[in-house]
């Protein structure tokens, strides 16, 4: 048995399919655990992640019960910041309360923020949950455990007796708090040679020679797209952060140091909270990259197309070996376009930019999406012709596809469904969570989207999608 001040485990969602073994989802670490494992642990409480689908791919036999056979820890951190980890992170928190006598468990990222005070309400098992950033909280709950009084400790909501109690203290952290944040600890992770050897791309658990690193460059966005959890209002109303954070350049260099010393030959960045507004940040960021002479090949989502200029100095900047630039346009209507993303460009800029990514052989990721506010069959027509399109005249696009879109908590659509004219069919966290355990369970789920839109059933929008990918991906290959 480990003696540890803090367990921090990653719920990875397991679907349970026909097939003898569980299917593995949702694989991806939020960066944020590891900036918090590395805080509190360099402050004195010693610390240690745990991936459960990590741990259950290099050992089919791995269950929780026998984890927590290995460890002691005082506190135990679970993430719920994506939703489809709902059922995992209370089936494991309700595992640890079972196991032992005095564990004190406290929940964390965007779906525990948004539904603190119902998971409180509903879930014995859960002690706490940090409303929003929680790298400071993290530290000063370890700091305070030992009493009974959790009120000094900032974004808290927690139990006092019988009631749910809410600290009065907030927490967001100003530029050099930020700052002082290391997100490299990879090390702090169990068996993280595999997870950078082994996670990529969502879902993708197959060994290869990329290494993959997640580079944390900032928080927050400037806009609010319709479908978004994580958009500027989201993020205002989760953690207080009322314009986006950028960590500095030089920061982001010494996480690329560390990046090159662990080999990781990739680095996915996903990060650009004001589109085409300003991208100074990153001239100067690839400017830095260059004279370090840091040699590394990136995956880079923009949130918006870019300049000529920008294009040209990221190609200046990374090894081409495994650099791809994704972009995300969403429908082939321009209408739906505007009326559902924050960032809205007209299929004349999408195809200037394309010309230009096709001009300096930069290779594409495109990324479409149906269940859009306000989205027909008509407008799903568009979609389906402008990807057939890109597809036929840009041999620079090495993946294309579209995805249905899942409901997230805090989306502008979720708070305000009426405007955004769908009907939801999951509107408390207890929905999320009773689907996911029937994903679990392998029972058949009433709702797997959580909403139908005025246009479309949720059974269009699954289609649809499939049908893009069957028409338009398989031209790709
Ligand atoms: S650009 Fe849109 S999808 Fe991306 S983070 Fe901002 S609101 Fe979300």
Request: net charge negative; hydrophobic share 35%; aromatic share 14%.
């Amino acid at each position: 048995m480990k003696d540890l001040d803090c367990l921090i485990v990653h719920p990875t969602t397991r679907v349970k399919t026909r097939s003898p073994t569980n299917v593995l989802t949702n694989v991806i670490l939020p960066m944020g655990s590891i900036a918090i494992a590395d805080y509190i642990d360099r402050n004195g409480f010693s610390t240690e992640i745990v991936h459960t689908g990590l741990e259950e791919m290099l050992n089919p036999s791995f269950t929780i019960e026998a984890l927590f056979k290995e460890y002691t820890p005082t506190v135990l951190g679970i993430d719920l910041h994506w939703y489809p980890h709902s059922y995992d992170a209370l089936r494991i928190a309700e595992i640890a309360k079972n196991t032992y006598e005095n564990i004190f468990i406290v929940l964390g990222g965007f779906t525990a923020s948004c539904f603190a005070e119902e998971l409180l309400q509903k879930f014995e098992c859960v002690d706490a949950i940090v409303k929003g950033d929680a790298e400071i909280p993290m530290l000063d709950l370890l700091k305070t455990l030992p009493s009974q009084d959790l009120s000094s400790v900032p974004n808290l909501f927690y139990r006092e007796n019988d009631s749910i109690k809410q600290s009065k203290k907030n927490y967001c952290p100003s530029q050099e708090q930020f700052d002082s944040f290391n997100f490299h600890r990879i090390s702090l992770l169990r068996n993280w040679y595999n997870y950078l050897q082994l996670t990529h791309e969502n879902d993708d658990l197959r060994q290869k020679l990329k290494r993959q690193g997640w580079l944390c460059v900032g928080r927050g966005c400037a806009v609010n797209c319709s479908y978004c959890g994580g958009g500027h209002n989201a993020q205002c109303l989760l953690t207080g952060r009322s314009t986006p954070l950028y960590r500095s350049q030089e920061k982001v260099i010494e996480t690329l140091k560390v990046f090159a010393e662990m080999k990781i030959s990739c680095a996915y960045c996903d990060f650009d909270p004001f589109g085409r507004k300003t991208r100074e940040y990153y001239f100067k960021l690839f400017e830095m990259i260059r004279k370090e002479g840091i040699d590394v090949s990136t995956q880079f989502l923009v949130w918006d197309v870019t300049s000529k200029k920008f294009l040209e100095e990221f190609k200046r900047t990374f090894n081409p070996l495994y650099t791809t630039l994704t972009l995300s346009p969403e429908s082939g209507s321009e209408t739906i376009r505007k009326l559902n993303k924050g960032f809205y460009y007209s299929d004349s800029e999408l195809f200037s930019w394309l010309d230009l990514t096709k001009e300096n052989f930069i290779p594409i990721e495109l990324y479409f999406t149906t269940g859009l506010t306000g989205e027909t069959v008509t407008d799903f027509r568009e979609t389906v012709q402008l990807g057939k399109r890109v597809v036929e005249e840009y041999p620079n696009i090495i993946h294309i596809a579209c995805n249905p879109i899942f409901l997230e908590p805090g989306s502008p659509r979720f708070l305000d469904p009426q405007k955004f004219g769908i009907t939801l069919k999951f509107s408390k966290f207890i929905d999320f969570y009773l689907t996911y355990k029937k994903f679990a369970l392998g029972v058949p789920v009433s709702s797997r989207l959580g909403y139908e839109t005025e246009h479309m059933s949720e059974t269009d929008i699954i289609r649809f999608a499939n049908y893009f990918n069957d028409q338009v991906y398989a031209l790709t290959h």
